[in-house]
């Protein structure tokens, strides 16, 4: 097909249908003008979502990203409309979640004249993007479309940025639409891996008496939890995931530990540190869940299975290590293992879990545990919970147990405060039959709150669960236990009426949430509301703190389970 | 791209390394490889970049100091940039390894005749003449030129310009 009467808006267009996409999330302005007109002119299917902050519009891509497994896409304008997206690439590229950011840019010729919103968007975003085009020929449109597209959805997955000059997108495109992808230096690893070095790790695995199975986002991403779960039933492993793994082996399963790190459970935590065997999969090792690096499994034998070679060796070296697709290796490792007897191990797993249970005193004031454990309880932990960050963000990690893939959704390698709400949406957008309950903290969801307006729009059904201590809650309970609770920079006096707030859009509905006695009735008004949304202000104890954890760069051995009555030494690992 | 090298090198034995990074001949590639040395805190020493290929790809002669270790995630990182073919350290490998350099050297007709003793000892040539000063053109290891920079400075050198090195592998082995 040859198309010489198209533009290249239109071509832009017409390749983002090729690709399947469903929903743009955008934000019009100048420089991309030429694009949004082709939107209409096309007469094309999918749907622009028109946001209210282009941070805003990152988030709900990514989040319909997590929640499909499919690329999100963002439309905005150059200059400020493209350095507006940077948190939300940047907090994309840390969770390896599918992206493409399309932005528009000043003509050819004024490009480096710091031309009016020219902002050099591709330097910008370098380090922050999987890959990232600045098309100078109307031409490379669909070649650069397809070859975004597969960057940003194969291998290890990343945002991939596409800036186009307003001149590129107004200028004729007379080439075919379907272009071949030209990446001689790609290389995603998806099938080639050391089947030898899978041979090795079944003969270690059969060696072990305390095996551990660390599953992290890399099995979602690669859809192996079936493999997973046989592996760990075959072997009768117990399986820890990392944070953002959640999901990727039911958390109600008997072999579940739940998710280990910095605030994951204690029976995890104490399990990796006690473990003779540590299998990870599909996970970077971060900070946050290995504490002191030198000291993190240190007697253990230690295995890496990761589609990404930089992660090899990168924080813990490892005697094993097998770059390759989380399902494919595993179906390959399946051939080779057999059952294991490790009836001692998981009853010493049980003493850790009757040891120390997850929980918390329904005593006192209103508590942020109550609210999403009853939240779990009525929806029968069948809904797409997506976070925000904060205290409320792990103890909705650890009360909201996750059985299934990409039903729990969270900021975790940047910790990116105003994700929830937004994020939300665009799971919503890309599963209108679920309940999306979107758990925020009141700092937070203040840094998104307009998208409330999107929301109310489309009239998606999402509930807002504002977590409302007045405070930044994480912040404060640092300067609590490690700085003599001397606190800076943390109340948050000045809120606003969040019902108000909330109702003051059009749709919208809005609760208080005061007494614990209220909890179960206040959930059960608003999982009843389907025509829109609904928030849900909660007034919890102001200052509750986070347990068990870590202290950052502490090994796993130094885990508090509970306040500790002296005062701590200032965390030397990093924030 | 100057951070401290003990950042780099993490208490870990520094060592002078030559990678070849056969590269994408796009724009933004230089930007996107001096980023990751930047972002782990190393310094390049030298850095030759040319046309490769049919011209759609370019050669880079890259050395940097770093442990082994903190150099091979280097590696890693640069393998996995989209536009990197692929990226070799040739460090204590079996490598031709040279550098070129321009030395002009303030020598007056009284003190030319020890300068060219140097420059003839050394196999370079002079380029240039004028009444006060010639230009020396070397070719070799970096050490040489290193001994070669020694003994013309003592006559009063102008200026000097190095290309920074550039390695072939030997045999047939391909770089
Ligand atoms: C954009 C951004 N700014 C600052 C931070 C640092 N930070 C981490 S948690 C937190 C407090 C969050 O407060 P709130 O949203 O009220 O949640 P809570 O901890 O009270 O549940 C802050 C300020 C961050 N993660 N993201
Ligand atoms: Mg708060």
Redesign the interface.
Known sequence: MTTDAMDGGQALIRCLENEGVEFIFGYSGGAAIPVFDALVTTRTKIRMVLVRHEQGAVHMADGYARATGKPGVVLVTSGPGATNTLTGILTAHMDSVPLVAITGQQIRPMLGKDAFQEADIFGITMPVVKHSYLVKDTNDIPRVVREAFLIASTGRPGPVLVDLPKDVTSGPCTTDLHAEPDLPGYHPNADAFDRGEVVRIAEALARARRPVILAGHGVLIARAERELQLLAERIQAPVTTTLLGKGAFPETHPLSLGWMGMHGTAYANKAVSECDLILAVGSRFDDRIVGQQDRFCRDAVRIHIDVDSAEMGKMIPCHHTCVGDARAVLQELLLHVDALDTAEWLARIAEFRRRYPLRFRRKGGLKMQHVIQEFYRMTEGRAIVVTDVGQHQMWAAQFYLTDHPNRFLSSGGAGTMGFGLPAAIGAQFGNPEATVVAFVGDGGFQMTSYELATAALHRLPIKVVVLNNHYLGMVRQWQELFYDDRRSGVDLEGNPDFVKLAESYPGVRGFNLRRGADVRKVIRRALDVTDGPCLINAEVEKTDNVFPMIPAGKPLEDMIVERPRHRMEKPTGST | MNAPATNATNGMPAESHNLSVY??NK??VL??IA?VFA?RGYNIDSLVVSPAGDGHYSRMTITAQGSR?GL??VM??L????????CVDHTGEDAVVREMALVKVGAGIEDRTAALQVVDHFGAKTVDLTDRSMTVLATGESGKLDALVGLLSRHRIIELVRTGKVVMARGEQVT
Not at chain 2, 79 to 86: N, S, Y
């Open positions: 590269v994408a724009p933004g930007a996107r980023q972002r270790e091979d995630q890693r990182q393998a996995k940039l989209i536009d990197v073919m692929r």
